[in-house]
């Protein structure tokens, strides 16, 4: 082997061993686990077993498969975190833009402080953070009482926030908002500034200039923050536990009960299982579309 | 009136002013070059006219109309930029039919305007490609395709071929100076490169420190050079210090230093007495084995100091006994003969009494 191979195995080699065990091996036990039986007290029956009788049975089945498609109610929840991943990735991308562009149009010298400040909340722990909005939110706080004051003003009934479907995504907004500013910076902080004098010098006025020419340009930036933001937030559990109450469980929720309350851990593979396929069709689709608006554009 | 008149511009940037007091005014059709070094104020005079900056004073005209206040994309003036500015994420065609969709022009139209403007630029075919997939030479007419075809009344170019090799560059050249024929839009070019205003414009403007150092045509402004500046920026002058001695019948005498006395034509203004330089062109300048004394020349007596062979001539640095040193010039006609003297020999320079100029500043 020469010396440039060995180098190349070097670098690549370590990354490449960390994916091999801790993503490719999880995921083939999970693939192989949706197919096997729950043990008696939990976790997985074994795949062989030998009866008294010398009597050999083989525990692979489809069952755990046949569970999820004849009870719509995993589709819903599916299709509902879905949405509130889908409703999330979108207020993010709204509050993050402007945000990214500010901080992209900003002097030098302070982006790095500004681009700090974003990750900033990164720095205390995500429960305690996740708690603070359970507060905020909460009927006791002086926020929804503010807006419970304002809203009798004009007549309305006082509105509950705290275990809506509104504390989630508030939830979910709050947690996932940097991962969409981030990349948008990078792509948007790289924006040559004379392409947008050329544009105005060639008649566009400062709306055409940002459809024209800034948001075009920053298209790979918010598919790689929309990724960012969706898959997490399609599969995470700790935020509706928290804010969502009975009402705002979503799949990842149902994951986590199949594994650690109801021990069904092959269902709970099936589950996964789907939640992986869909995560990376989503993504698959978005780059493929990503690529292919470029092609066409 | 002049289709853009700049009048009495002045732009300062906190203590430092760029642009000091200049009033222009370029016609219809014409080709146009603010030429100087860099940070003299050309491009911010570009980029007032263009809109991207004000004035702290005066005003800019766009055929009859001032443009105070005028954003850019209200301006009928398009620009071309050092980089090109092409839009990355458009084909050559979406980026040639921009100005056309931003005026809100039909697309059936379009595509017939942009194959025309393709097809001015010889770039019949790359209508699908992306800027990253053209030479720099194709981005360069992208780019001028793409400002001229609404047709501006008038064309900003900043530097436009800095970015091209040599070789393409002279192409270049001619292709700009063809296609502002045909198109007869008043072009304005600025450049640092004199040779390329030398070959481009109509008119040159020299600027220096915010001002405009001269105007005029560009075989006046490399033959008649009205200051020392100006001499030496356009292209290449040698430079000693003399003193009028005597002025008579449209005849100057002038006393240089330890050389002893030369005589050249008069410059207008120039004064017994006064103090200045001789400026000279290496071109000027005639170099030979021995003395010839002819009646309407210099000549001085020199040494070979040094020569650079640059292939179509020779440039032979001779100092002169006051120690001063004089570039002459020599065209390599003959082949094969690279160079007549070595560095060492004694040489006669001379230049005739009409070469030279007397400059006071």
């Known amino acids: ?297 | 009136m002049a289709l853009l008149e700049i009048r009495d511009v002045t732009r300062r940037f906190g203590d430092f002013t760029a642009v000091d007091n200049v009033s222009l005014s370029i016609e219809a059709g014409e080709f146009f070059c603010l030429l100087g070094p860099s940070g003299c104020g050309k491009t911010t005079l570009l980029r007032m006219v263009a809109g991207f900056d004000a004035p702290n004073g005066g005003s800019i005209w766009l055929d009859g109309k001032d443009m105070t206040g005028v954003p850019p994309e209200k301006r009928n003036v398009h620009t071309v930029f050092q980089s090109y500015a092409l839009f990355p994420h458009m084909t050559v065609a979406d980026n040639v039919s921009f100005p056309l969709r931003m005026a809100g022009l039909e697309p059936a139209s379009i595509k017939t305007r942009v194959d025309e403007a393709l097809d001015d630029v010889a770039l019949t075919g790359f209508s699908s490609r992306y800027p990253n997939e053209l030479s720099g030479g194709q981005r360069q007419r992208v780019a001028v395709a793409r400002a001229l075809i609404n047709r501006p009344k008038l064309l900003l170019l900043d530097e436009p071929l800095a970015a091209l090799d040599a070789k393409l560059k002279e192409n270049v050249q001619l292709e700009l100076i063809t296609l502002q024929k045909e198109v007869g839009i008043a072009f304005v070019y600025v450049t640092h490169d004199q040779q390329e205003a030398l070959a481009l414009a109509h008119r040159i403007a020299v600027m220096n420190h915010g001002r405009v150092e001269q105007l005029d045509e560009p075989s006046r402004i490399y033959g008649f050079p009205k200051n020392r500046f100006v001499a030496d920026f356009i292209g290449t002058c040698n430079i000693l210090e003399a003193e009028v001695a005597r002025i008579d019948a449209g005849r100057m005498q002038l006393r240089i230093p330890g050389l002893g006395e030369v005589q050249t034509t008069h410059t207008e203004g120039a004064r017994a007495g006064e103090k200045g330089v001789l400026a000279l062109r290496p071109e000027q300048v005639v170099i030979s084995p021995r003395l010839e004394s002819r009646p309407d020349e210099n000549h001085f007596a020199g040494k070979v100091f040094d020569f650079l062979y640059l292939g179509d001539v020779t440039v032979y640095v001779v100092e002169l006994p006051n120690g001063s040193r004089v570039e002459a010039m020599l065209p390599n006609s003959a082949p094969g003969r690279a160079k007549f003297f070595e560095p060492g020999d004694a040489v006669e320079i001379s230049w005739r009494f009409d070469a030279g100029r007397f400059l006071t500043e």
Not at chain 1, 121 to 149: D, K
């Open chain 1, 1 to 297: 082997m020469d010396s440039r191979r060995v180098a190349r195995w070097a670098i690549s080699g370590p990354p490449l061993l960390y994916l091999v065990l801790f993503f490719a091996i999880p995921t083939l036990i999970m693939v192989l686990a949706s197919f096997r039986l729950p043990g008696d007290f939990g976790g997985l029956a074994p795949i062989v077993e030998h009866g008294d009788d010398g009597s050999r049975t083989v525990n692979l089945t489809l069952e755990n498969y046949q569970r999820f498609f004849s009870d719509p109610l995993y589709a819903e929840l599916f299709l509902k975190s879905f949405w509130y991943a889908v409703i999330t990735t979108a207020v993010c991308l709204l509050i993050a833009y402007p945000l990214a562009m500010l901080i992209a149009r900003s002097p030098k010298r302070h982006r790095d402080l500004l681009v700090l400040l974003v990750i900033l909340p990164f720095w205390s722990n995500f429960l305690i953070r996740v708690y603070a909005w359970m507060i905020i939110l909460g009927p006791q706080s002086v926020f929804t009482g503010a807006l419970n004051a304002g809203l009798g003003l004009f007549g309305f009934e006082p509105v509950r926030l705290l275990f809506t479907p509104f504390a989630v995504v508030v939830g979910l907004v709050y947690v996932h908002l940097p991962f969409m500013v981030l990349p948008l910076y990078a792509n948007l902080e790289k924006h040559d500034p004379v392409l947008l004098d050329a544009a105005q010098d060639l008649g566009a006025n400062s709306w055409q200039r940002f459809w024209r020419v800034t948001f075009p340009v920053s298209l790979p930036g918010v598919f790689a923050g929309a990724a960012l933001v969706f898959i997490p937030a399609f599969g995470i559990f700790a935020i509706p536990d928290i804010l969502g109450g009975t009402g705002g469980i979503m799949i990842g929720n149902v994951i986590k009960q199949q594994f650690l309350d109801t021990r069904d851990w092959p269902f709970g593979s099936v589950l996964s299982m789907v939640l992986t396929i869909v995560a990376v069709g989503l993504a698959g689709f978005a780059a493929w579309y990503a690529r292919r608006a470029k092609a066409l554009a």
